[in-house]
Structures are given as C-alpha cells and as structure tokens.
C-alpha cells in the first residue's frame, strides 16, 4: 500500500507565498510522474503542475511564472513553491503520483491540504 501526505497548507494574504509538500511511502519500487491538482468549491478538479521522473514539467497557464513544482526522487517527495498567490488560487491542493510497486503500476492521491488566499 502506497500513502501521500501532504502538508503546508494554510491562511495567507494576497501577493503571499506558500510550499506544499507530498511525501509517498509504503513498498514503493519507483515513482513515475507526479503532480498537484486543486479543486476550488463548485468546480472540477485541474491539474496545477506536473513533473516526471526525469525533472519535465508542465504547468496550468493560470500559475505560469508564479508556481514551480520539484521533486526530491531519494525521499519520493515532490513540492509546489507558490508565489504571489492570489485569491483565485483559493482550493485544495491535491498530490497525486503515479506509482509503480512490485507487480503493478497505480495512481494515488493525498488526502488534500486547504490553501485559502485572503484579498
């Protein structure tokens, strides 16, 4: 069994910052892409960043030039440094990695952490 947990959600001003982390654990032989979503109340789930294994990334053009996601493949943790936030960006953040364990490739999600960004 493979767990996320995600932290560094939290209250902040306009123009603030923030850094999400997700750690992976459990019987893991390695992880391929890994990600962050959000989903704001009353709309869908959308990806925010994403990054592979290889350091690739892609982001939402909504967060381009103000968020930069990285991973840390020895501890299996990636991160979301989130700059100049803006109410918009108001939602949980979600981890998401796809894993693969001995005999089987899954994808696994966090728990979600709140980020609320006050005008």
């Known amino acids: 069994q493979v767990q996320l947990m995600e932290s560094g959600g939290g209250l902040v001003q306009a123009g603030g910052s923030l850094r999400l982390s997700c750690a992976a654990s459990?019987?893991?032989?390695?992880?391929?892409?890994m990600g962050w979503y959000r989903q704001a109340p009353g709309k869908q789930r959308e990806l925010v960043a994403a990054?592979?294994?290889?350091?690739?990334?892609n982001y939402a053009d909504s967060v381009k030039g103000r968020f930069t996601i990285s991973r840390d493949n020895a501890k299996n943790t990636v991160y979301l440094q989130m700059n100049s936030l803006k109410p918009e960006d108001t939602a949980v953040y979600y981890c998401?990695?796809?894993?693969?364990?001995?005999?089987?490739?899954?994808?696994?999600w966090g728990q979600g952490t709140q980020v609320t960004v006050s005008s």
């Open positions: 459990g019987f893991i032989f390695n992880i391929n892409a």
């Open positions: 998401n990695a796809d894993v693969n364990t001995i005999g089987r490739r899954a994808d696994y």
């Open positions: 990054i592979t294994s290889g350091g690739n990334t």
